[in-house]
């Protein structure tokens, strides 16, 4: 039985918070990490405190506490693997931490014994970056956990964090229309970019589902087709030959041309000016994701802006696309219903057809896509 399932719904009466703070200090010094380990070690220490009574309750929900604490890297990538519902935990202080999903968000009843030793653990199991004077850590697991870590001084008392697992449970754009993210006739028109080398910006705050959408955007990308994709986690799901990945911080413009790429996508990017560069190398259908939803892309030539947010009931939709800087579809939110946001997509004016001659499709399936944007 994992660690996680051991503790679920424990938590220790406060009560005796000052011994619970002694044998914690007791526990980190010693190293233990096993719930047998610990027991013997709380054992003894009540032998030495005689004039405390602890019932054999308290005695295990104690335990159970301690076990909890030293362990806390384990039970929060165990809630990730044992929780399905579970997408993101918020690390708001050493005592606060709360997982959010599907069903809203709850209060895991954890506390992280040691925040350095945490963090310690992470560095260990992850690969990952420091800015700010190694203040900002961003870091990502084997099995696609990412964490994002700021210390202080640029917060206070304690680390926070925002550790987050991206689950590939969408990667096409009829699952994405199934799930009312998009509409087929915005599907169409992206489809149709792709196939015409326009350079895609997709713009959305973290958690948004860029990502997602990212992935139904690069299975559009023509097979035979040369891909060199930029990305400093490893969430981009493709089965395909000819594919060159590598970290953003990895590569300069002028080598990554250097691997004679026909597509680069790029996800999560930092700096726009990268894009730039690129197409000042003759690249065209660049496609891109980025946090900044400000970011001017009015130098852009030839670009389509998606633009993705999380809305309050924690649905994920795109709200709007433009292509050079005219809006072509907006989704409007109308209401609130029983906690459910509803709106509608619109279309604002007329879809543009891009050339036909284009290789990256059939010239039937392009054609069938133009009459399906035409007609609709």
Avoid: W
Wanted: net charge negative; hydrophobic share 40%; charged share 30%.
């Amino acid at each position: 039985m994992n660690i996680r399932a051991r503790i679920k719904n424990s938590k220790y009466d406060m009560d005796l918070a000052e011994l619970k703070s002694i044998l914690l200090d007791a526990v980190v010094r010693c190293g233990y990490t096993e719930k047998e380990d610990i027991g013997k070690l709380v054992e003894s220490e009540l032998r030495n405190h005689e004039n405390l009574s602890v019932s054999s309750y308290d005695l295990q929900k104690l335990i159970t506490f301690l076990v909890s604490s030293v362990n806390a890297f384990e039970i929060i990538t165990d809630v990730f693997d044992n929780e399905e519902d579970v997408d993101t935990i918020f690390v708001n202080s050493l005592t606060n931490v709360i997982a959010e999903g599907k069903n809203g968000t709850r209060d895991l009843n954890l506390t992280i014994a040691d925040g350095d030793k945490f963090i310690e653990e992470i560095l260990k199991n992850c690969n990952y970056t420091k800015k700010e004077n190694g203040k900002i850590i961003d870091a990502v697991s084997s099995t696609g956990v990412r964490f994002h870590i700021i210390l202080e001084p640029l917060v206070q008392s304690s680390p926070v964090m925002v550790i987050k697992k991206f689950r590939p449970q969408i990667a096409n754009f009829q699952s994405l229309i199934d799930n009312d993210f998009i509409i087929d006739k915005m599907a169409d028109f992206l489809s149709l970019a792709i196939s015409a080398h326009r350079n895609i910006i997709v713009k959305g705050l973290p958690n948004s589902g860029k990502t997602t959408l990212l992935n139904a955007l690069v299975s559009k990308i023509r097979a035979d087709q040369r891909v060199v994709l930029m990305s400093d986690f490893d969430e981009i799901k493709l089965s395909r030959g000819n594919m060159v990945r590598c970290g953003q911080s990895d590569i300069s413009t002028t080598e990554l041309m250097q691997l004679l790429p026909q597509r680069v996508v790029l996800d999560g990017c930092r700096d726009l000016d990268f894009v730039r560069e690129l197409i000042k190398f003759d690249m065209t259908g660049v496609i891109v994701t980025t946090d900044d939803i400000a970011a001017d892309v009015r130098d852009i030539p030839d670009a389509v802006t998606v633009v993705i947010r999380k809305l309050s009931d924690g649905t994920r939709k795109i709200v709007s696309v433009s292509e050079e800087q005219e809006e072509l579809f907006r989704f409007d939110a109308d209401y609130v219903e029983d906690g459910k946001v509803i709106g509608k997509f619109e279309t604002l004016r007329d879809i543009p057809m891009y050339d036909a001659n284009n290789d990256d499709y059939e010239l039937e399936e392009l054609a069938s896509l133009s009459e399906h944007l035409t007609n609709k």
